[in-house]
């Protein structure tokens, strides 16, 4: 997510290698004609702010192929909610303002702006993809790669999103799985699973317990 984040070894970086191909099973629809002239990288941006609300299931893989689970939760604008599995005593979590990593096991807590993030992408309502993304060709106009980096600050990373179209999705296009690069070229391959949309979450779940003090932080 960022570069410290992507550096922390007890919870891995957000990207592997790009898996290019989507697996023939997740396009769940064939593109329509005039989606396939479509410019991808105003699609994905009306899918984006088209999701009001997300809950998946994730994976989360480093380069050396270890991988973590847990449950994704988005609210926008900008709340996210990365919720690992048992085992991990960690959390990352944005309040809209703020992308915070947790980790109880040193009592430490990291904060940053998100939109000095890769995930600004997905996060920032101000952060418009389509200025800063370019379409990435899949060979499969079913697929969307979309790499969203800023040329002028490229400390910030770059995340790469890819969508399979799906008309029961927000916007048309699922978002299944993203690619972030922080810039010490640390990746990490981010899964979706079992997306879900448009269910009401509450915006205490996007705080968190402060292990430095015991108190509920980031609302």
């Known amino acids: 997510m960022t570069t410290h984040f992507l550096n922390t070894s007890r919870v891995l970086p957000l990207a592997a290698a790009l898996a290019v191909a989507v697996p023939a099973a997740h396009v769940l629809l064939p593109a329509p004609a005039t989606a396939q002239t479509a410019n991808p990288v105003n699609e994905a941006a009306a899918a984006l702010r088209a999701i009001s609300t997300m809950r998946a299931d994730f994976t989360q893989t480093d380069r050396s192929g270890q991988t973590l689970r847990g449950v994704l939760s988005l ?45 600004g992408a997905l996060l920032d309502p101000s952060r418009d993809v389509s200025r800063y993304g370019r379409a990435v060709d899949t060979g499969n106009p079913n697929v969307l790669s979309i790499e969203v980096r800023d040329p002028r600050r490229p400390e910030f990373g770059v995340i790469t999103l890819i969508f399979v179209r799906d008309a029961a999705a ?34 205490s779940t996007f705080t968190f317990r402060d292990p430095r003090r015991g108190a509920a932080r980031g609302s």
Request: charged residues 20%.
């Open 75 to 119: 609210k926008r604008p900008g709340k996210i909610r990365f919720e690992y599995a048992p085992g991990t005593n960690m959390l990352v979590v944005s309040n809209g303002q703020s992308l915070y990593m947790v980790d109880y096991d040193v009592a430490q807590v990291q904060r940053w702006p998100i939109s000095n993030s890769p995930l």
């Open 170 to 203: 927000p916007g048309g296009l699922r978002l299944t799985h993203w690619v972030a690069l922080d810039a010490q070229n640390n990746r990490t391959t981010v899964r979706l699973s079992n997306q879900r949309f448009g269910m009401a979450i509450a915006d």
